[in-house]
């Protein structure tokens, strides 16, 4: 019986299927507290929102059971609380089939809608690719955009997991701004730390320019450089960010440099670059949505919003 999990609250619960809203207490005869627990601490995070996704999302996969101690290699037992009633039941989990095992297609990095009717047009933007069937993907939207009158733009970046940040870049190329601030860094040199100061980037303008308001709508599994692209938009104030706190930290440590120690030959990592926000003020914050409201309801607190402001 494959399963997906997700949060109600601070309690892990399935989706979908015949056990929709079940609340997980144990799996493998375990309780979910204590797995939960055992990933908190052996698994690599900023923020608590990114474990929380991290650990339900990755429940129906092998190798992250047995990573928090589970048997893999018997039936894996569920047992579930029906919330109406309390009444528990004990299932079998079957553990998903990977995209690539199913021959299922991945959806493709991004597509658009235009609703002409409403003058709101949406870009969904599922990874972050940088390449030029992006930049044509981007500039088509707007001039679609402007054929249809549209006032309204919605980037929705929730369960992007990142990828190039000149993403956002590209995007602001098309809003009417002269100038803006990309952040700043620290970067390590051996024993010199460089820091390179924040300065106004010149905004290279493309056309059709569009001059409407801008929403951004963010989950906490938006991370990276989709959380850098929301934080673009939130901390220059070119637009509104609606939904949940990312997955990690605006400001913070990436890039990395590889080595293998010579004698044990394992192989590790050493980040050389801190990232620092537009907002230097913000660095010790997360990127915290203008309006706060589950992943789920993003998109339709936002169309709220838009209605509710013509």
Same mark, same amino acid.
């Given at each position: ?175 009417? !701004?002269?100038?803006?601030? %990309? +952040? ?5 040199? /051996?024993? *010199? &730390?460089?820091?390179?100061? =924040? ?41 509104? !960010?609606?939904?949940?706190? %990312? +997955? ?5 440590? /990436?890039? *990395? &440099?590889?080595?293998?120690? =010579? ?48």
């Amino acid at each position: 019986m494959p399963l997906a999990f997700g949060w109600k609250d601070d309690t892990l619960i399935c989706v979908g299927e015949e056990y929709d809203g079940y609340s997980v207490v144990e799996i493998g005869n375990i309780s979910t507290q204590d797995l939960y627990q055992r990933f908190l601490n052996q698994y690599s995070y900023e923020l608590e929102s990114w474990a929380r996704h991290s650990f339900a999302s990755r429940l129906n996969r092998g190798e992250y059971l047995a990573f928090v101690g589970v048997d893999t290699q018997t039936d894996i037992l569920l047992l579930l609380e029906n919330p109406s009633d309390g009444s528990r039941v004990t299932v079998t989990f079957a553990l998903g089939e990977s995209a690539a095992a199913s021959g299922e297609r991945a959806k493709p990095d991004f597509d658009y809608s235009i609703d002409a009717s409403a003058g709101i047009g949406i870009f969904t933007l599922r990874q972050c690719v940088f390449d030029e069937e992006y930049k044509n993907g981007l500039r088509d939207f707007f001039k679609a955009a402007e054929e249809n009158n549209i006032h309204s733009v919605i980037v929705d970046l929730r369960s992007n997991p990142g990828g190039n940040s000149l993403v956002a870049n590209e995007f602001i190329r098309y809003l009417p !701004v002269e100038s803006y601030l %990309p +952040g700043a860094s620290d970067v390590r040199f /051996g024993p *010199i &730390l460089w820091k390179n100061k =924040p300065q106004r980037l010149k905004n290279q303008q493309l056309h059709p320019v569009f001059s409407g308001d801008v929403y951004v709508l963010t989950g906490e599994d938006t991370f990276s450089s989709a959380m850098d692209f929301a934080t673009l938009i939130s901390d220059n104030k070119l637009g509104t !960010v609606v939904g949940e706190v %990312p +997955g990690n930290m605006p400001s913070s440590y /990436g890039d *990395i &440099l590889y080595f293998q120690t =010579p004698n044990a030959r394992l192989a590790f990592t050493v980040s050389y670059k801190y990232f620092v926000r537009p907002d230097a003020s913000k660095s010790d914050s997360p990127l915290i949505p203008d309006v706060k409201v589950p992943a789920k309801d993003a998109l339709t607190e936002t169309m709220r919003l838009i209605e509710k402001g013509r």
